[in-house]
């Protein structure tokens, strides 16, 4: 005997669109029996449901538990309705406009049902580059505006035949309403061509585009290709002659470039892959995890030039499932543009600014609305860490921590270094992806256009916009002209306090969760003294934050040639701590003494003296570019940012446990605060020099010693604070010695340890920070 019907309106919001979610509460209605309806909507999914109490609570229940792989489900309210659905069974309808609440989802890696399609000769999508389904695919990079329809994705242009509009119509087909949906007969195409753009075609019976292209990259050719979210540059890893010409070309003399293998088994012929790793470069996101390179890789030093790991990712599309297939050595697969540049997503646009670098194109005609890097994680600490954020999991949105839901929606603008923006609204956090430098002015423009998108995205209009205290930052001075613009108040953050904030945001911690330790280590930040800084200890919370110690600042002869030329830092460090006299005095037979002595010190040191472009700064990231210059480590320039860091970095790894003593540094009392000295490690460091002690020795000395320091500062702040907690972040950070060396240590003294894994710890994190801090501020002003 059937009980008594009750129909319920379920409100479902979340990262629920373009991710299979219907057709599962289709399935699920059907499966208990119920009747009713659901739609996407600007707000998420709704539904309407009838049936017996107990089956749509079961139902509900299911969905929860069993959602697409793809899908988030942030919240389901239920209401009772007084009238029953007029359907006879449950059914899927047409979308409906409002006020957009819902989230984008982030582009995702073939699934193995598509994966299996592309291989099977009898399937109809055989090498078909463009196979998809509603559990992968893109999503992000082809949409422009919400609902995620078609018709609003770069889809439009590609009517659906027959056969794939039967299966975007059953609700019984993973490619029900699977907006990228196609085939050979309806969907893009891809076709290979030279530099001049004529076509190249098959040498060999039976070949296609993407056969040749394997081919002549196993020839030694370097190839452009036009991938999801932008172009790559191609070769063959294992040719070191091919991988030079790449950098020649590419203008990329030392930073390591990206592999992409076939799968995990060829990876752990060249690194250490445990099952973290894999798991990560098996997730949807297939994101460039760096792994340890393994003592016996074969691959050339070229691939990662003074690196102790490599960035391998596996096949996270059709048409690099088919690259591939095959190969029995990886392929480098860096982004598409010359240095410094963003990546390429137009075919006319590669066809300009690639044709010098690439031998050939294999190219398509699916737009690229939206550029999107690959994302890159690196496992420290026993955890996945965020290094750049972007393909795979931009723009899905963050839950602020408890007591934010009530802020007015906020533009938190970024940084001028690897700058993502984050756009705030009842409770959520909605950071872009990777932009990268806005000193570049096409990475600006990009960020412009990406600004546009994301409020058309989210229909989101602020009511206040924040921005960091630096007045020459671009993005600082954009948020300027929008608050006159808009007529809306502008936050200014200090850099640090909002590299603070973003950990605290990350780690749930609440609104009124009181005040941490925070230690923020990175090249520079504006001080809200006027002065660099960047080796900070803040006493803060969202709020607001005190500077209790500091490394003690230092001169940047030359300013920006400074940051571009670690010798001046070295010199810079010896003059201050030790007078350079003495210096030459004492240690002029060293080499790098002997060195320095070669360059126009006298000039640097009147610069200094007379406070002529000399800024003080408290770097962290300078201390290490004035060690590695001692060491030989890039002395007369850096050719891409923080490479004598992470070189003397990747010394220092070699002697890891090697139960050599640190290297001391001080901390030297000022009233309240604290100034952590390098007054006695100089001397160290040199008469190890002079003894021949092994750089590597070297290297990992200064790290014990910086991790020493760090840890002992913090602990004497904490008890006199009365803190338990110690915020880690800031670039520097991303150093994995100096970042578990600190960690661990820090637990071991009794400190929870907050840190970042979801958001990158460098500037790819600050727009998260600063939208916390200007939710929190706004909050206690209303």
């Known amino acids: 005997m059937s009980g008594l019907e009750v129909a319920e309106q379920i409100r479902v919001q979340g990262l629920v669109q373009g991710v299979g979610f219907r057709p599962t509460v289709w399935r699920l209605a059907r499966e208990n029996g119920l009747r009713g309806a659901v739609w996407n909507d600007s707000q998420g999914v709704e539904i309407h449901v009838c049936g017996e109490q107990l089956r749509i609570d079961r139902f509900c229940e299911q969905l929860l538990a069993q959602p697409p792989p793809l899908a988030r489900i942030d919240s389901l309210k239920r209401q009772p309705m007084e009238r029953l659905p ?73 009517p659906m035949c027959d056969a794939c509009e039967a299966e975007y119509g059953d609700p019984a087909d993973r490619r029900f309403h699977a907006q990228p949906n196609a085939c050979p007969v309806c969907g893009p195409r891809v076709w290979l061509s030279d530099g001049s753009g004529r076509a190249v075609g098959a040498d060999l019976e039976g070949e296609d585009a993407i056969a040749v292209a394997q081919r002549r990259l196993a020839e030694g050719a370097i190839l452009a290709v036009k991938g999801i979210g932008g172009f790559h540059l191609a070769c063959d890893a294992g040719n070191e002659e091919a991988v030079a010409r790449l950098r020649e070309r590419k203008g990329r003399y030392h930073k390591p470039f990206a592999l992409m293998a076939r799968d995990c088994t060829l990876i752990r012929n060249y690194c250490q892959l445990g099952d973290a790793g894999e798991r990560l470069l098996k997730a949807t996101a297939a994101p460039i995890v760096l792994l340890p390179r393994n003592p016996d890789c074969t691959l050339p030093e070229n ?63 699916r737009e690229i609305i939206n550029r999107v ?109 929008l608050s006159k613009e808009l007529g809306v ?208 020795e070297i290297a990992w000395r200064f790290h014990l010693g910086l991790a020493d320091g760090l840890c002992e500062t913090a602990a004497e702040i904490a008890h006199r604070h009365g803190l338990d907690r110690v915020a880690l972040s800031g670039g520097v950070f991303q150093n994995k010695t100096l970042f578990e060396l600190v960690a661990i240590r820090l637990r071991e003294t009794g400190f929870q340890v907050l840190s970042q894994r979801h958001v990158p710890a460098n500037d790819g994190g600050l727009a998260l920070g600063q939208a916390a801090i200007g939710a929190a501020r706004s909050l206690m002003s209303d």
């Open 303 to 365: 691939i990662a030039p003074q690196q102790t790991a490599l960035g391998f990712m596996l096949p996270y599309s059709p048409l690099h499932h088919l690259l591939l297939a095959g190969w029995e050595r990886p392929l480098v697969m860096t982004s598409g543009n010359r240095v410094e540049e963003p990546q390429c997503i137009d075919n006319r646009e590669a066809a300009a600014r690639l044709q010098p670098l690439a031998d050939l194109f294999l190219l398509h005609d």
């Open 86 to 158: 007029e359907q006879d069974e449950f059914i899927i309808t047409e979308s409906r406009s409002g006020k957009v609440q819902t989230g984008v989802v982030p582009d995702a890696a073939t699934c193995d049902a598509c994966r299996e399609e592309i291989v099977d000769p009898a399937n109809r999508r055989y090498r078909y580059p463009f196979t998809n389904c509603t559990h992968c695919g893109p999503r992000l990079t082809i949409v422009e505006g919400i609902p995620y329809d078609r018709t609003n994705t770069s889809m439009r242009h590609f």
């Open 489 to 696: 108040p502008l936050i200014l953050v200090q850099h640090h306090h909002a590299h603070i904030a973003s950990v605290l945001a990350e780690n749930d911690w609440p609104l009124r969760g009181g005040k941490v330790l925070g230690i923020a280590l990175d090249g520079s930040g504006y001080g809200a003294d006027g002065t660099i800084w960047g080796g900070e200890f803040l006493v803060a919370d969202y709020i607001d934050y005190q500077r209790v110690a500091w490394l003690t600042p230092i001169p940047l002869p030359g300013g920006t040639q400074a940051i571009l030329q670690p010798w001046r830092n070295s010199f810079s460090q010896l003059n201050h701590y030790l007078g350079w006299t003495q210096v030459v005095a004492q240690w002029g037979d060293l080499e790098p003494i002997e060195w320095l002595r070669g360059q126009q010190v006298q000039v640097l040191a009147r610069m200094i003296e007379g406070g002529v472009n000399s800024p003080l700064s408290s770097s962290c990231g300078r201390l290490f570019d004035a060690v590695a210059a001692l060491l030989g480590i890039c002395r007369e320039s850096i050719s891409y940012e923080g490479q004598a860091a992470i070189e003397l970095e990747g010394l220092a790894s070699v002697h890891r446990n090697s139960g050599s003593a640190p290297y001391d540094l001080q901390r030297k009392i000022d009233g309240e605060c604290c100034l952590l000295d390098c007054a006695t490690f100089w001397p160290s460091l040199l008469q190890d020099l002079r003894k021949g002690r092994d750089r590597g």
């Open 373 to 481: 890097d690959d994302s890159v994680v690196r496992i420290m600490d026993g955890m996945p860490r965020m290094l750049r954020r972007a393909r795979g999991y931009a723009p899905k949105s963050i839950r602020l921590p408890q007591g934010f839901d009530q802020a007015p929606p906020l533009l938190a603008l970024g940084g001028e270094l690897k700058n993502t923006f984050c756009l705030t609204r009842e409770g959520e956090a909605m950071l872009s992806q990777h932009v990268g430098d806005l000193e570049n002015l096409i990475s600006y423009r990009d960020y412009l256009k990406n600004l546009e998108l994301y409020g058309k995205l989210f229909d989101h209009r602020p009511q206040r916009l924040v921005a960091d205290l630096h007045p020459n930052y671009r993005s600082t001075q954009h948020a300027g002209n």
